[in-house]
């Protein structure tokens, strides 16, 4: 491509994003949080002129318990791990309270009149797609729903990020009958590698990859993965402020020296992260991310870098044909 372009991609979940893993008791104001900090972000975006793709889960277009009852699909998938189902997690919390930790139409409306912003999905269930008992036809229906409800938005999806970079090649087909044209994959490095299996010392090298390690992380070309879909690495994830100053400032030092090695040699640089990230320490988090639009905003004046979503790197980057 002619500049290189900054691609940022959210994960947008709130609590179908992590109800496996935690009561939703205690991250109630975590999420109330998450809530209030997307306004802001959006503001962030608008002032630097940030196009960014919202990989959103479908579950947060219902309004409320009755309409999610509703649009339960006609197909379910049965995981083995029964704990990793979002119907069956979100039949045992139907209560007012929890409505604002798994719905959002309001948020997902002020995300599409904002100039540059990409809503895309991430399933609509959350939807694993390595886990034992899922299947294609489970997959299919997951995704018809996602559409549905993104088309009474008069949104139309063109680009999906497997939930916890469970990537599944084989599910590229549905993709491509659902109208979708990239997904988002994962780093070529070993420690992104069967992210269903999670080792100890991927954990730690990936950890330790947000502070020191080569600068390497940026590309020049997409592929299509299968006929008419494109995957688009991921270069990094934004981790959130730790607290701990000195390695908070080499953490974003590393991403800015990033940033700035793919504008001068005219290549992608992929950020994502996940909002609710920003749920505890908002202020800081926010702080941090300006210093990175910042930094961005530098570099595209003095090397012509570009911000894209995920639909509109598609539009503009060479793809070489690497089918799977």
């Known amino acids: 491509m002619e500049n290189g372009a900054l691609v940022i991609s959210l994960d947008f979940e709130l609590l179908w994003g992590v109800f496996d893993k935690v009561n939703w008791k205690e991250k ?18 608008e002032k630097y002129e940030i196009k960014c793709t919202w990989a959103t889960v479908g579950m947060l277009f219902n309004e409320a318990w009755d309409e999610w009852n509703e649009n339960i699909p006609d197909i379910l998938p049965e995981y083995e791990n029964s704990l990793l189902s979002a119907y069956k997690y979100g039949k045992s919390i139907q209560m007012k309270e929890t409505e604002k930790l ?32 899922q299947t294609i036809e489970s997959y299919r229906a997951d995704l018809k729903k996602s559409r549905e409800l993104a088309e009474k938005f008069d949104i139309k ?4 990020v497997f939930p916890r970079n469970q990537y599944n090649s084989e599910y590229l087909k549905v993709c491509k009958e659902i109208g979708l044209q990239g997904v988002r994959t994962n780093p070529d490095v070993w420690y992104w590698n069967n992210t269903l299996e999670d080792s100890l010392q ?10 020191i390690g080569f600068n390497n992380k940026s590309y020049q070309d997409i592929n299509e993965l299968s006929l008419g879909v494109t995957g688009q690495k991921a270069s990094r994830l934004l981790r959130p402020n730790s607290g701990k100053h000195f390695i908070d400032n080499i953490r974003i030092m590393r991403i800015q020296s990033e940033i700035s090695t793919a504008a001068k040699n005219k290549e992608i640089y992929h950020l994502w992260w996940h909002p609710h990230n920003f749920g505890w320490n908002p202020e800081k988090n926010l702080q941090e991310l300006e210093l990175l639009l910042q930094h961005f905003d530098s570099c595209r004046k003095k090397f012509g870098f570009e911000s894209r979503n995920m639909a509109g790197i598609n539009e503009i980057t060479p793809i070489s044909k690497v089918h799977e």
């Open 28 to 45: 109630k104001q975590y999420f109330l949080n998450t809530r209030k900090i997307i306004p802001e972000l959006l503001l962030l975006f």
């Open 157 to 160: 999806l063109k680009s999906l």
């Open 102 to 133: 798994c719905f959002a139409p309001d948020i997902i409306k002020r995300i599409k009149k904002t100039p540059g912003q990409e809503i895309g999905t991430h399933t609509y269930s959350h939807y694993y797609c390595l886990e034992a008992g």
């Open 202 to 211: 991927q954990k730690i090298f990936r950890t330790g990859d947000a502070y």
